[in-house]
């Protein structure tokens, strides 16, 4: 038997009596899985009656080991019995003494997610940056992407070398007539004009010719990473062994079909198109956010700081995550930024609570105004999240688990609060001039 009791706004209370005769069989149990480690003089390992290890160690030896095989079943049934969504390990507060025979009373304390006061969220007003208007250059740089796909390598014979141009070369560097270590190599590539080079070198290869050799002097900057060569004057002696440059695609119709359309004209068309799509997807976005942002300040609610740290955790595992894929160890981005792993969480903690805030405010208004997203919303959520992922739709759901299908739910019933949010808000936009002043 299980009573439930809210002691406070993120606290619960369970007390439990477990029936005599459970409790009895969970002794036994305990008493079978420990028996083996237990030594008793005058009995072999394990064979010591019950009765005879708890005379030599007290009547309590094997109670614990009991209680962790009656618990896990009784809490998770008075959990979901009740209701209760614990964010955190439940404390036993209270445990009454074992008498054989008797039933086994006991308590616990478990903070659970915190009941939430909303405060305003209807029919609010927030002031937000304008819309960003797509511009010409960015139009054009979008072009250059899918230019620079086509580009191909073409090899240069018939004139010397020139800025954009792919250089292989050897050289050997020295410094008073002494070479240096990591100063000489064979078959490099350069790229004049990229400047991975010391400064000075690639300009003076401009104009060599294939086979050319040439001696280039140049100086080490004052902050080089080699000690010994800092500040110091150098020569290079350098030879071409060949030359290529990267062609791009003419931009025109044949481009255009190359990438799906007719005409160049409709090409650049959509590419508009995509670009403005994006920039009102984000202006949404940024109402969303302030509307949330003041529906969360308008409400109160105690959170537990067991949920602040899982959420805290969480920002961190996702960090470490991204770094594993940039070829990056959270180790060694700690020693870089001369960092400790309790520091770098210190530091997420605001973003982890505001994070929690925003889940627990956006759930209780879902809750109050019944916003619960029908077949075809959850459908369309899927349809989108497929796209994103750049799946065939069927496939997709097809692939999708139990828990997923769940997300995908709550996602739609997300954005059914964001829609109601926004139904009666008012949305002031910063003037051009007040948004250049924030910046």
């Not at 614990?86 to 009454?96: A, C, W």
């Not at 990438?259 to 409709?266: H, K, L, M, P, Q």
């Not at 899982?310 to 960090?319: G, H, K, V």
């Amino acid at each position: 038997m299980t009573t439930y009791e809210k002691i406070s706004s993120n606290k619960a209370k369970l007390s439990f009596v477990v029936p005599a005769e459970q409790f009895e069989a969970a002794m036994n149990k305990a008493y079978l899985q420990n028996r083996g480690k237990i030594n008793v003089p005058g009995f072999r390992k394990g064979k010591a009656p019950r009765a005879v290890i708890e005379n030599m160690y007290g009547k309590y030896v094997f109670v614990e080991d009991a209680m962790d095989i009656v618990f896990p079943e009784m809490y998770e049934a008075a959990c979901k019995e009740n209701d209760i969504k614990p964010v955190d390990r439940p404390e036993m507060t209270d445990m009454g003494e074992y008498k054989m025979g008797e039933d086994m009373n006991f308590t616990i304390e478990v903070f659970v997610r915190p009941d939430v006061t909303l405060g305003e969220y209807k029919n609010l007003t927030v002031e937000v940056e304008p819309k960003h208007l797509v511009t010409a250059e960015e139009i054009d740089a979008r072009i250059s992407q899918d230019q620079q796909k086509g580009a191909r390598t073409v090899e240069v014979t018939d004139r010397t070398v020139d800025y954009t141009d792919t250089v292989n070369l050897d050289y050997a560097g020295s410094v008073d007539g002494v070479a240096f270590a990591g100063g000489t190599a064979e078959g490099q590539t350069l790229t004049i004009g990229s400047n991975t080079f010391i400064p000075g070198f690639e300009e003076q290869m401009v104009g060599m010719a294939i086979g050319e050799e040439k001696d280039l002097n140049v100086k080490f900057p004052e902050e080089y990473h080699a000690e010994d060569l800092k500040g110091k004057d150098a020569v290079f002696h350098v030879k071409v062994n060949s030359i290529t440059k990267t062609e791009l695609p003419e931009l025109d119709d044949d481009f255009a079909q190359d990438n799906g359309y007719d005409t160049f004209a409709e090409y650049k068309a959509e590419i508009e198109k995509q670009l403005n799509e994006r920039a009102e997807t984000n202006y949404n976005v940024t109402i969303e956010n302030a509307l949330i942002e003041a529906a969360v300040a308008n409400a109160q609610m105690d959170i537990p700081e067991a949920m602040i740290a899982e959420q805290t955790n969480y920002i961190l595992r996702d960090m470490e995550y991204r770094m594993m894929y940039q070829g990056l160890k959270m180790e060694d981005y700690l020693k870089y930024t001369g960092q400790t792993r309790e520091a770098l969480a210190e530091s997420y903690k605001g973003e982890a609570e505001n994070r929690v805030k925003v889940e627990l405010v956006l759930e209780a208004i879902r809750a109050a105004e019944g916003l619960e997203p029908n077949e075809e919303e959850v459908d369309a959520q899927t349809a989108k999240q497929a796209e994103r992922m750049g799946q065939e739709l069927e496939a997709f759901k097809a692939s999708l688990t139990e828990d997923q299908k769940a997300y995908l739910v709550d996602t739609a019933a997300i954005q059914k609060v964001c829609d109601l949010l926004k139904a009666g808000a008012t949305i002031n936009v910063k003037s051009e001039a007040a948004a250049e002043d924030a910046e």
